[in-house]
């Protein structure tokens, strides 16, 4: 398991590490600030889907260890997107608070980015064992955000996307298709608790 952890975290800081090879190699194209804006945002929004799959994942499986990366998978969504927002508000708003609040007004797609920003807050907040078991019930209340946040990235993403919808329709794909299995394992899981009480 421990050997698993390592190659999962290699892995996961293996975009960052090839976007700053790739600034220092000038390998970013034409425009680098919007293409590193767009790798970090798409990365965010993958950890993210990939950090709902675990579950699915397991239940497909039946291997329960699957879970033990979601919430590192969760952390790492929220470090891209933070990173996101980093280079939007540096490279873009040249830190300029004003400006970045007139562009969250006057810019539907960025308000629903920064809606998506602000519900990860909670979610890093609260990923440790020991909040989980001091909110009890109310922790999966509150990480339950996590499908919100997949939702508000995808339209991001397509609203900015704007001709060019390949990746963000297979971004769709995915969350539907994650959505699709939590209603149908929560509707049969629903239909056991009963048999269980009669």
Known sequence: MMKTKVIAHFLAWFPLGWLVYAIF?????GDPQEKLLHELGGWSLIFFLLSLSMTPIKLLTKKAQWIKYRRMLGLYAAFYLFLHVVVYFS?????????LF???????YI?????AFLAVIPLVLTSTKKAQKS??????KIHQLAYWIVAL????????SKSDLNEPLLYVLWGTVLV???FKYKKIQKKVDRNKVN
């Open 25 to 29: 190699t000038r390998q970013l194209g």
């Open 91 to 99: 490279f873009y708003l040249l830190f300029d608070f004003a400006e």
């Open 102 to 108: 007139s562009e969250i007004v006057k810019r539907p």
């Open 111 to 115: 308000t629903v980015g920064m809606l």
């Open 135 to 140: 909110l009890g019930k109310n922790w999966k």
């Open 153 to 160: 990235g995808i339209v991001h993403f397509i609203w900015q």
């Open 180 to 182: 699709f299995v939590r």
